[in-house]
């Protein structure tokens, strides 16, 4: 279950705030909704709750704060918004990209890809789907881990009549099957037709926390449901009554032969009707307009009674109890989220919904009542049609997943890779850049005056840095810049406190990239110079390996410090400026610092290195010392390696400042 506490937002500037004072529960086995319009506080507690926002309050999940559990991706599933993932991203590589971040095997994308309906659409891309598979597709997220805990907001937003109906019927199944949902909507008759409990807020406060049947007889407007072939003449007849005896009764005129009458009663109104030899087909109590009922069709056209109800995908629907019994049947004796038992709330059985009373027009489902006239709704029935919970098609859930305990269900180097690999931006990141240095090279030669070492790379004199370490460091800002811009693991707060993980796996990722790039560069500048200018152009240079070190530890610096500077910024853009920033102010200020007057010098470096190891390393191992050396001693090594110093020690910093709070 979940227990919120307290949960009050920080006031900003004279406003109060958004969320005060605001403490209520949600039961396992239950639909719980959070009911409120806009601007009363519903998105702002779930962010309370889910620790994404700073306030006061504290949020017990099955008795434990979010931040306490070890896993938190295995025990709530959340859906805020829509999905946030790269639209050019396919739907089972956005799935199998949160597998490896919440630590599940990769065959659980298509279990939920399955459960959900989107198996035909897995390889379409994210900016392509319609609202109610972007639904589905948040609903599956939520489901990856097995979570015992669903919390959705707003999941029904835009839907249309039939997904509406099958996402009710899934989070109806969640709940049947024991775990606890909770829900956000604006709409209170969806919230008495799907939830058993509903806590209702405005203006940031609770005024309400009322079970499903006690808010549908206090909060919704109550009614009688007629049919009859004679509406006309008992309109008349029932306002005639109603003017005569002095009472407030409205009668409205429905489509075909059908009345709701408001301020009146089950006997009142068949009393009328009899009293005038008038026959009644239907006389029922119902509790406001709940819209259409999840057995009418969008057109508002009632199944035979002789057909068995169809889900949306053509097929024979599964009852409750076939439902629960083939889930347990496939589930076995130990389910993952606890032992599965009867719903704490108060669920329709079979019985109730093979005795339900014909729906109205409108598509509410009505309980028939007696038509003498001394026969008074009781409370119960005023309030059955939101305690009796509707016989939504439910789905079978994907099974359980067994899982090996682990310090941090996170793996950041799989995730990494299929995060950079589920675009086309990286490839076409290098393909440019390849295309960019080759043409640069082709005209530094035919102007000339280059040297032979940056004629191959594609470096002129007059930019800060080549095409390839630019590329290099806006992948490394990307690979960090669309955590933040499409924030897939924002709500998944077991991945948050772990970025150290990540930050290592980003750089690996980054560094073999900046290395491929590297590589390829310089092969295709070469060839490209053979093809146009000849072999005199293409030839190695006899300082090949000091060159190398260099170029490739400048393309891998750039790479590391775009990595660093999108993640300590959180952008994109900040991460290439940093990469700008390097040749363009920190290289000037390390050539005058190296340039300026001093009393001692590092000349003779190489030599005293070797006389300081005594000993010669084998394979010649003091040579590639005395490279690095003079890499690291090259202006721009130098700055690349103090900014690289500096922003790792800023990430830290702040990652460690976060973990303290």
């Not at 959070?34 to 620790?51: I, P, Q």
């Not at 339900?356 to 709704?377: K, L, N, W």
């Not at 079978?396 to 067994?402: E, H, K, Q, T, W």
Request: hydrophobic fraction near 45%.
């Amino acid at each position: 279950m979940i227990q919120a506490i307290g949960l009050t937002s920080n006031p900003r500037k004279e406003f109060p705030p958004a969320l005060d004072d605001v403490s209520f529960e949600a039961h396992a086995g239950c639909v719980t909704a959070l009911l409120g319009g806009a601007g009363a506080g519903k998105t702002t507690a779930l962010r309370l709750m889910l620790e994404l926002q700073q306030g006061r309050g504290v949020t017990f999940f099955r008795g434990c704060p979010l931040h306490r559990m070890a896993h938190p991706s295995r025990e709530v599933g959340v859906l805020l918004g829509d999905v946030p993932g790269h639209p050019a991203r396919s739907v089972r590589g956005h799935l199998r990209m949160l597998c490896a971040a919440a630590g599940v095997p990769a065959r659980r994308a298509d279990e939920v890809l399955e459960v959900v309906g989107l198996v035909s659409l897995r390889d379409e891309r994210l900016g392509t789907l319609s609202r109610g598979m972007d639904r589905r597709l948040g609903l599956a997220c939520s489901l990856l881990a097995d979570p015992h805990t669903l919390v959705l907001d707003d999941p029904a937003e835009g839907l249309t009549t039939r997904e509406r109906r099958w996402l009710h019927g899934a989070l109806r199944a969640h709940a049947a099957q024991g775990g606890t949902v909770l829900l956000t909507t604006a709409d209170a008759k969806e919230a008495a037709r799907t939830a058993d409990r509903v806590v209702t807020l405005e203006r940031g406060r609770l005024v309400a926390d009322q079970d499903a049947a006690e808010f549908a007889r206090t909060r919704l407007r109550p009614r009688v449901a007629v049919r009859t072939p004679h509406a006309s003449r008992l309109a008349t007849l029932l306002g005639k009554q109603a003017r005569t005896a002095h009472r407030s009764v409205e009668v409205v005129r429905e489509s075909g032969n059908r009345l709701s009458v408001y301020g009146s009663s089950c006997a009142d109104v068949g009393e009328i009707a009899f009293r005038n030899g008038i026959l009644v087909h239907q006389l029922a109590d119902e509790i406001g307009d709940m819209g259409p009922g999840p057995d009418m069709d969008p057109d508002g056209i009632e199944p035979r009674a002789d057909e068995e109800p169809r889900s949306a995908y053509g097929d024979a629907a599964p009852t409750k109890a076939d439902a629960g019994a083939s889930s347990r049947r496939r589930r076995g004796s130990a389910p993952k989220r606890g032992e599965r038992r009867t719903p704490a709330c108060d669920l329709a059985s079979a019985s109730e919904t093979s005795q339900a009373s014909d729906e109205g027009q409108d598509g509410v489902t009505a309980r028939e009542t007696s038509h003498g006239a001394g026969d008074e709704p009781s409370a119960r029935d005023a309030g059955s049609r939101a305690s009796d919970q509707p016989a939504y098609d439910l789905p079978d859930l994907p099974p359980p997943i067994s899982v090996r305990p682990a310090p941090s269900p996170l793996r950041p180097l799989r995730y990494e890779l299929r995060r950079a690999l589920g675009v086309g931006t990286g490839f076409v990141t290098a393909g440019v850049v390849l295309v960019v240095s080759a043409l640069t090279a082709v005209v530094l030669a035919r102007i000339g005056h280059t040297p032979h070492a940056r004629l191959l790379v594609a470096w002129p004199r007059e930019l800060p840095l080549p095409p390839a370490a630019l590329g290099a460091g806006l992948l490394g800002a990307i690979a960090f810049g669309d955590e933040f811009r499409h924030p897939a693991l924002a709500a998944d707060r077991g991945t948050v406190p772990r970025r150290l993980g990540l930050l290592a796996a980003k750089l690996l990722v980054a560094s073999a990239t900046a290395l491929v790039l590297a590589v390829l560069t310089v092969g295709c500048n070469i060839e490209v110079l053979y093809l146009v200018y000849g072999r005199e152009l293409a030839e190695v240079p006899a300082d090949w390996l000091s060159l190398s070190a260099s170029w490739i530890g400048l393309v891998v610096g750039c790479a590391w410090a775009g990595v660093l500077a999108a993640g300590l910024f959180r952008s994109t853009t900040a991460g290439l400026a940093a990469v700008v920033t390097v040749p363009i102010v920190v290289v000037p200020l390390v050539q005058k610092v190296l340039e300026g007057p001093s009393v001692r010098t590092a000349a003779g470096f190489p030599l005293r290195l070797r006389e300081v190891l005594l000993s010669q390393w084998p394979f010649g191992g003091e040579r590639y010392l005395a490279a690095i050396a003079r890499v690291v001693g090259q202006p721009v090594g130098g700055a690349m390696t103090l900014s690289l110093a500096a922003l790792l020690c800023a990430y830290l910093f702040t990652t460690l400042r976060r973990r303290v709070r």
